[in-house]
Structure formats: C-alpha cells, structure tokens
C-alpha cells in the first residue's frame, strides 16, 4: 500500500493438553509451548510492530511460586525483544543449575514464561499512546488465581465513554480511558461477582473452608455467564481473549465477526490466531483441520481440558473486515491469495476502457509489495484478453496466413514488469518537515528504459487512502519514464468513510475521496450541503447510537464513483507532470464477488455493522467541519 495506514491487532494462544513431560519426551523440549508462541507472533508480525507481548499461567504448582509471567516490549522490533528478554532469563537459569536442564517440574517451578496455557499478542496502536503501558496483555492481579485475569484483544470499541461510564455507576474508580482497561475491568467486575456467588453458594451447601472452597470456584466459574454479561454493551469490532490465573481462557468474538479468529485443537494443544495459515505453518496442518469461531461465539477452554465453543451474544448480519482480505492479512492463505487474484482481474474491464483496448501499447506494473497478488490477477486477465485477439486474428486470416505470421500473432503477449522499487530505509530517515516533500519524491526508485512515450502506463495499487504518496511520490517518479498516459488502479473501491472497528483510518479530511466530493459540491454550487450534513450529524449528537443515521452518505449522493475518481485524478496531477493521469477504483460490486464471505465495507458504503458505527461517522463528520484534528471515538 503506498499510503502507508496501521491496522489493528493480533492474537496468539496455546493451551497445551498435555502435562510438560510429555513435550519434554515428544519433542525434546520444556518450551514447547513457547516455541510455538514465538512462531504464531512472529508470522504474525504484519498486525502490529507498536508492540508485542507475552504472558503464561503455570498449573500445578505451590502457593508462594510465581504462577503468572508476562514480559512486554514496545521497542523497534519488540517480538524479537520479548523473546530475548525470555531466552536470557531462561538460559540463565540453565548455565546457574545444569543439572535440572532436563528437570521438568524443577524448571515448572523455578523458570519464569515455562507454563500450561500462553497468551500473545502484536499490536498497532489506534487508541492511545503507543507506550510500554498500552502494550497487550493487560493483567488484572489478585491473590485469589480465580480472580486474577490477562487480557489481551485485536479490537475497537466505538462506545468506550460509555462503558467507562457504566463502571463509574457500579462504584469503581478505572485508572485510565482506554478500551482495553474499560474491557478488562467489565469482565473482572463480572468475574468477581460469579466468583462471590460461588463462594457464598459452597458456603452454603458445602460447609467446606475457605481455602478449600478455592478450587471448587475454579471448577464451576460459568466463563460463558461471565463473558455474555460483560459483552452485553459492547459495540464494536472485537476478538477478545483471555486467561484467569487458575487456567481458564476464552477467546470472543464479535456479532458481526468484524475481526478474526481462528482456532486449531487435537489432543496435545489448542491454538488461536488472528490468521487462519499462521496456524497452518506452525502446526504443519491441512487448511480444513482450522475452524473459524463464529460471530456472537467464544471458545472457551475450561482448566480440565473442556472445551466448548458456546454462543455468547446474538449474532448479527455477518460483516467480516474485508480490508483483511485486500490488505492486512498475509496473502498465503489460500482464499485470500485467490480472491486477492480477482480483485485484480475484476478491474481489468475498466482498465480496457482508460487504454482504448490497446494492450500493446500498455505496460502493467504494481506498487510493491503487497499489491502484487492483485497485479498477477490483472496480467492473467490482460493474457485472456489479448488470447481472444489472437485467436480472432487466427480464424478470420484462415488459410491466408503464413507459419511465420501465426508466429508472430501467438508471440505476442502483455508487457508486464516490475517497475517501482520502494525504497524503505528513505521513508524511515525523514524526519524534517522542511525537507519532508524533495525527500518523499525519492521513496520510490524506478526501471528505466522500459516505457515508451506511445505508452499507457498502468500501475495497481491495493487502495488509495489519502493520496499523499501517489501525488508528491509515485506519479511524479513514474513521469520520468515519459508515458503517454498514467493510470493508478486501486484492487480496492474509493475510501469515503473512517473505520472505528480498529484499523488506523479515523479522520474525514484525510481521505481523498472526501476531499474530492468536496470540490465537486463547490464546482458544481452545492457547497451548501457541506454545512446542512453538519447540522444534521449535530442534531443526532443526544440519540441513542441506535437511533443515528449516516448523516455523511449526502456528501457523496449527488456523484457516481467515476466522478469522484476524476476528480482525484484531475487533484493528483500537479503542474509539473506532463502525462496524463487516470485513476480506477474497484465498484463495490466486485469487491463482494470476489470476497463473498468478507462483506464487510463500511469503510467504502458507510454502511456501519453496528450502530456505534453511525454514532463515529457523524462525529468525525463534526470533528473536520469544526476543524478538530482528532479522532471521534
């Protein structure tokens, strides 16, 4: 992606099955468990490079032994950091006692990070300061283990205020406005109150000591109770996981199954990931052997082994983050690979519009790196297209046609290369504003002696955000080459509209179809619409988020897509570039056909899964016209 846009999180959890021996005896090693962390987080590293963090629960072992450990960094590369944090404890432990190398239970008792059940996390940081505190799991400490509770989730919520708000009604004090806390502290309040219930209830039947009361907590803990009274108000984009210090975890996912979540199980482990190949590599099994957890559900894996996979909330209209699947997720697994294959052929109809069919004249490219999928789906479309003429030319020449003719016919074919080369150790040096612009027109390096001036140049991109690298970078690096014509091809439709269900995209004015419908409303002396949607988002601020409407679509209504994409176009083109620019946007159509089970695309519609949703646009709407740099949830 050129315009370079932070996306939410991701999740990684282990529960091993089996006692540590058995992993010691199977594979050689103790830190099976943490093995296969390091290798989920780190095939993970494409969610999140804010910061990354780890935390175990032990079983087994002794009051006074320190059965929780977490480590969590928020340097440059903060998953190989937590991970040599946990090597050099480790290692350590094994130079000072080389006689309890192979000691199991010693080392369960004795090392920190060795454990039954593992949580991960990788994170990016769209609410919030990016500081060593913001930085997943969260723990909520007790000296009851029942109490004790790590969370960590790839997630946004749009009405935190609120759940805020409903803790302060219930007599806490939070330390701070922040999701991720108010999440926590709603599902610790709840897990307090079953786990009082519970006591009072053994008390009761039992007559049993407190001490001994613990553990029969521990067992009868209702984790689905808990989590569907916790979630009841949530409205967000969430996959939300979990351990209490006695060894229960969940992982819950949202009703709309915004974020994803994947899960492995067998008799030694179950796993979790944001990504369903992540687990596939790990684990080295077949793409039918990973379940996806449905929207509304949890899984849940009880301190015995249990596990189920219960509904928590009602699920909604399944509206799956289609951004996954043209962007963030990894491109290796295989429906993602395919669709993101189609989001480029799909476009390819509009291509041949812009280039007047004249493909031997057109030179394909991409911008790397993560559009190149997309950009092979549009060259094996511009190959189905030029093999149609050439069997056309064959059949209407018939007999006429000489072996060297047909030669030359079937030798033809599209002229795709790889022509922009990112340079990123650039974009990370710049750092002066002053110098900002000459800097980032070099962010892109190009092949010369490729394009001829007759050329149509055109160039497939995953999306087009805001516009700022293709304008002051890409097109004006790509004019050297002296094309007849630039054409920018985004895989995905026009951006109109903020994300608030965890992906970095918050403010209207950064978006350039945005500010294209703005220019379009002056040319076209409508401008006063600009000012009556700003009413309208106002008059909605005292409703109930159920009762809001996308007051923001006006801005929008009185234009097609082409329009719109013209007039992007006719805003990229500064005087100094002599070719002709055009951009393409993927319809929305398309981009449901080829991501059928991904349909979510508030983000392009405005038609928000949630009703939060509407709450976000409308006041992000308010922000920009009041002129608030900042985001509206």
């Not at 920190?112 to 505190?133: A, C, D, Q, W």
């Not at 059949?395 to 030359?408: F, I, Q, W």
């Not at 490729?450 to 991109?461: C, R």
């Amino acid at each position: 992606m050129s315009d370079a846009i932070k996306h939410e999180c991701g999740i990684a959890m282990v529960r091993l099955l089996k006692p540590l021996q058995y992993y010691k005896d199977k594979y050689g090693s103790a830190f099976y468990g943490l093995n296969k962390m390091y290798l989920l987080m780190e095939k993970q590293h494409n969610r999140g490079q804010d910061g990354a963090g780890l935390a175990s629960v032990k079983f087994n072992v002794d009051p006074g032994i320190r059965y929780i450990s977490r480590v969590r960094s928020n340097k440059p590369q903060p998953i190989q950091d937590i991970f040599s944090q946990i090597n050099g404890r480790l290692n350590g432990l094994n130079e000072e006692n080389p006689d309890k190398v192979d000691d199991v239970q010693w080392q369960l008792n004795n090392a920190p990070y060795i454990g039954n059940l593992f949580l991960g996390h990788v994170r990016y940081g769209t609410f919030g300061k990016n500081s060593i505190e913001s930085v997943h799991p969260f723990l909520r400490q007790s000296n009851w283990r029942h109490k004790s509770l790590i969370v960590a989730g790839n997630f946004n919520m749009t009405n935190s205020k609120r759940l805020f708000n409903d803790l302060v009604e219930i007599g806490q004090h939070p330390k701070e406005l922040t999701d991720t806390v108010t999440v926590m502290e709603k599902i610790g309040h709840f897990i307090d109150d079953a786990v009082e219930k519970s006591y009072q209830k053994i008390k009761k039947n039992d007559g049993v000591s407190k001490k001994d009361a613990s553990p029969l907590i521990e067992e009868r803990i209702n984790i689905k109770k808990v989590l569907k009274r916790s979630a009841k108000n949530w409205d967000g984009g969430y996959a939300m996981a979990g351990m209490l210090g006695h060894g229960d975890a969940f992982v819950l996912r949202d009703p709309a199954g915004i974020r994803p979540a994947f899960y492995y199980k067998d008799d030694e482990v179950v796993v979790v990931a944001s990504e369903r190949p992540v687990i596939q590599t790990v684990f080295n099994v077949s793409i039918n052997d990973v379940k996806e957890i449905e929207p509304g559900h949890a899984l849940i894996i009880k301190r015995s082994g249990e596990i189920s996979l219960p509904q928590v909330t009602e699920p909604l209209p399944k509206k799956a983050c289609s951004f996954e699947r043209i962007y963030f997720s990894r491109g290796s697994d295989a429906d993602i690979y395919t669709e993101r294959k189609n989001l480029g052929k799909f476009v390819f109809p509009q291509i041949l519009e812009k280039i007047d069919n004249n493909i031997s004249e057109t030179v394909f490219s991409y911008i790397p790196n993560t559009a190149e999928t997309s950009f092979y789906g549009m060259s094996e479309a511009a190959e189905d297209f030029l093999n149609k003429q050439k069997t056309a030319m064959i059949l209407d020449g018939k007999r006429n046609l000489s072996a060297e003719k047909v030669t030359e016919i079937l030798s033809e074919r599209p002229r795709v290369e790889k022509l922009a080369i990112k340079d990123a150790k650039l974009r990370t040096f710049i750092a002066d504003d002053n110098s900002r612009d000459d800097l980032v027109a070099h962010l892109y390096d190009v092949t010369y002696g490729i394009v001829k001036p007759t050329d149509n140049l055109v160039i497939i991109d995953d999306s087009i955000v805001r516009g700022t690298t293709l304008k002051k970078s890409i097109i004006k690096i790509l004019d050297r080459l002296k094309p007849k014509k630039i054409i920018v091809v985004s895989s995905a439709p026009q951006i109109r509209y903020p994300d608030c269900y965890g992906i970095d995209m918050a403010k209207m004015g950064d978006f350039i179809a945005f500010r294209a419908a703005l220019e379009l409303l002056k040319d076209t002396n409508q401008y006063h619409i600009v000012e009556e949607v700003y009413k309208k988002c106002k008059n909605q601020q005292h409703l109930e988020d159920a009762e809001i409407t996308n007051s923001v679509q006006d801005i929008y209504a009185s234009f097609t897509d082409e329009q719109i994409s013209n007039k992007i176009a006719e805003m990229l083109k500064t005087d100094d570039i002599n070719a002709e620019v055009e951009i393409i946007y993927q319809s929305v159509d398309n981009l449901h056909k080829a991501c059928p089970n991904h349909l979510g695309d508030w983000y392009f519609t405005g038609n928000y899964p949630t009703p939060g949703g509407n709450r976000v646009v409308n006041d992000s709407y308010i922000n920009f016209f009041e002129g608030n740099n900042e985001r509206a949830y």
